[in-house]
């Protein structure tokens, strides 16, 4: 849902303040209380925001959101991320991809770039590179297919992918913290370990949105990541970040 400047101005108060009276919100905003109600129905119906007596929350998320959502999330970032990312990748490249709607960016980025062999958990990546324009080496493991984000996902298939030593390695998680990299799935946190110390550079796609959110499993510190590509990082993680190599990638703005 499109949110509108008054429900984005509710949100930053929220963000702020963790919670917040009804009342306290109407004079912020200088509007009726009825007013904030209906705002704070839209909100409670997509999730963002959980209702209280006399007052609202924000929702504390418990998974992360659905894939085909998340695939519309954050886009224009997440096409700079991924331009900025493939303009590193070598022709000739080994590259792993995870099964993140940052890496489904990013093989469009690399889509029509000279030959590579790219390995993948992800059949909507492998549609994307299925083209006949591409002439891209694709394999993909072994492994039951989980239908929610059309992943290969089982021990067969993390076995299998730790044969390889791909020259990259390009994934991306729910949250960036002080204490490191964390997702909510222990499938993927479980193959990104796996594969982190595998591959000869690892790449973090991640957009400004994730950092200083929790997860629910610790997949690496940030001193396993070799490069960081995203739009913005908070002045707070600056000394956290300091053995990465940091890319910067422009979001044109809307």
Same mark, same amino acid.
């Given at each position: 849902?499109?949110?509108?400047?008054?429900?984005?101005?509710? &949100?930053? *108060? !929220?963000? +702020?303040? /963790?919670?917040?009276?009804?009342?306290?919100?109407?004079?912020? $905003?200088? #509007?009726?209380?009825?007013?904030?109600?209906?705002? &704070?129905? *839209? !909100?409670? +119906?997509? /999730?963002?925001?959980?209702?209280?007596?006399?007052?609202?929350? $924000?929702? #504390?998320?418990?998974?992360e959101p659905p894939f085909e959502r998340r695939l519309r999330d954050a886009t224009s970032a997440k096409a700079a991320i991924a331009e900025r990312a493939a303009a590193r990748i070598p022709g000739g490249a080994t590259i792993m991809l995870d099964n993140s709607?940052?890496?489904?960016?990013?093989?469009?980025?690399?889509?029509?770039?000279?030959?590579?062999?790219?390995?993948?958990?992800?059949?909507?990546?492998?549609?994307?590179?299925?083209?006949?324009?591409?002439?891209?080496?694709?394999?993909?493991?072994?492994?039951?297919?989980?239908?929610?984000?059309?992943?290969?996902?089982?021990?067969?298939?993390?076995?299998?992918?730790?044969?390889?030593?791909?020259?990259?390695?390009?994934?991306?998680?729910?949250?960036?913290?002080?204490?490191?990299?964390?997702?909510?799935?222990?499938?993927?946190?479980?193959?990104?370990?796996?594969?982190?110390?595998?591959?000869?550079?690892?790449?973090?796609?991640?957009?400004?949105?994730?950092?200083?959110?929790?997860?629910?499993?610790?997949?690496?510190?940030?001193?396993?990541?070799?490069?960081?590509?995203?739009?913005?990082?908070?002045?707070?993680?600056?000394?956290?970040?300091?053995n990465s190599h940091l890319l910067i990638a422009g979001v044109p703005s809307s």
């Amino acid at each position: 849902m499109t949110k509108t400047p008054r429900q984005k101005q509710i &949100l930053s *108060l !929220l963000e +702020e303040r /963790g919670k917040a009276a009804i009342t306290f919100l109407a004079e912020q $905003l200088e #509007v009726s209380d009825e007013t904030i109600r209906r705002d &704070l129905k *839209l !909100l409670s +119906e997509e /999730g963002t925001v959980e209702k209280f007596h006399g007052g609202v929350r $924000l929702s #504390v998320p418990r998974s992360e959101p659905p894939f085909e959502r998340r695939l519309r999330d954050a886009t224009s970032a997440k096409a700079a991320i991924a331009e900025r990312a493939a303009a590193r990748i070598p022709g000739g490249a080994t590259i792993m991809l995870d099964n993140s709607s940052s890496a489904c960016f990013l093989a469009r980025a690399l889509l029509h770039r000279e030959p590579m062999t790219i390995l993948t958990i992800s059949l909507e990546i492998a549609a994307i590179l299925q083209t006949a324009n591409s002439h891209h080496r694709l394999i993909l493991p072994p492994g039951e297919l989980r239908m929610s984000d059309r992943t290969l996902a089982s021990s067969s298939t993390i076995d299998f992918l730790s044969r390889f030593t791909p020259s990259h390695f390009a994934f991306s998680v729910v949250a960036g913290s002080a204490r490191g990299c964390s997702d909510f799935d222990m499938f993927e946190a479980d193959f990104k370990r796996a594969i982190i110390p595998q591959a000869d550079e690892t790449i973090l796609l991640i957009d400004s949105g994730k950092f200083g959110k929790s997860g629910l499993i610790h997949v690496c510190d940030w001193s396993e990541i070799d490069v960081l590509v995203t739009d913005s990082v908070p002045t707070e993680l600056h000394g956290h970040i300091e053995n990465s190599h940091l890319l910067i990638a422009g979001v044109p703005s809307s």
